[in-house]
């Protein structure tokens, strides 16, 4: 059974840096056509994706907030860290981090894992 | 404002077909990359309907079927079901942008 789950604060000051984990069963990081995502949610809004790392380390990151994201994984593979700096209230949502494949070159990625997301509230 | 537009809300009653747009342009779906769809059940995440234009996942109901041509693609739901009632999202690869990119989702209602 597939299960990604994720971690970390619930509540961050602005300017701050938010560190989230997920934490992957089930789910190997070390075969080609897979990768991890992180996707955010703010509340009653569209999804918006953030990041991905695949099993050989490339990573690719959302162009506007490229300069505030890091993803990076552990050697086991088993868990996937996003840090997120400077902070702002319209970061306030939901993360997810979901496993994706890919079956014909990977910007055609789609997600059939899903954590059950962390709300991240962004407030001084 | 998202590169892929779907229509706010579809409704329909039990037992309809009811069918879900998701329009882009030549930086995403006329290009060839795959569109995929996703259901959110309210207040959970969301789940993989469809992959690669037309493919279902083990698991996922046959009223559900995916199609895509030019701009476009479609989620058509056949059958409604009360516990259709979500919000839907399609998901594909913008080249402009370089961002796998979401549409803005569409809240299916079951009169």
């Known amino acids: 059974q597939i299960t990604l789950k994720e971690s970390g604060p619930t509540l961050v000051k602005p300017t701050q840096t938010l560190t989230l984990t997920c934490t992957l069963s089930?789910?190997?990081?070390?075969?080609?056509?897979?990768?991890v995502g992180w996707i955010r949610q703010p509340p009653g809004k569209a999804l918006e994706w953030l990041a991905l790392?695949?099993?050989?380390?490339?990573?690719r990151y959302r162009p506007s907030l490229k300069s505030r994201l890091s993803i990076m994984k552990d050697t086991s593979t088993t868990q996937v860290v996003l840090t997120m700096t400077n902070m702002d209230p319209v970061d306030t949502g939901t993360y997810y981090c979901?496993?994706?494949?890919?079956?014909?070159?990977?910007?055609?990625?789609?997600?059939?894992?899903w954590g059950q997301g962390t709300l991240v509230t962004v407030s001084s | 404002q998202s590169e892929l537009t779907q229509p706010p809300s579809v409704s329909g009653a039990p037992g309809q077909r009811v069918t879900i747009s998701c329009t882009g342009g030549?930086?995403?779906?006329?290009?060839?990359?795959?569109v995929h769809w996703y259901q959110q059940l309210p207040g959970k995440a969301p789940k993989l309907l469809i992959y690669?234009?037309?493919n279902r996942p083990s698991g996922v109901p046959d009223r559900f079927s995916g199609s895509k041509s030019g701009t476009s693609a479609s989620l058509a739901i056949t059958g409604l079901q009360a516990e259709d009632e979500a919000d839907y999202y399609c998901?594909?690869?913008?080249?402009?942008?370089?961002?796998?990119?979401f549409g803005g989702g569409t809240k299916l209602t079951v009169l």
């Open positions: 979901a496993g994706g494949r890919y079956n014909t070159g990977y910007y055609q990625i789609f997600f059939d894992a």
């Open positions: 089930g789910f190997s990081l070390s075969s080609s056509g897979v990768t």
């Open positions: 790392i695949f099993h050989d380390d490339r990573k």
């Open positions: 030549s930086s995403n779906i006329e290009t060839g990359y795959h």
């Open positions: 690669d234009n037309t």
């Open positions: 998901q594909s690869f913008d080249d402009t942008l370089t961002v796998w990119v």
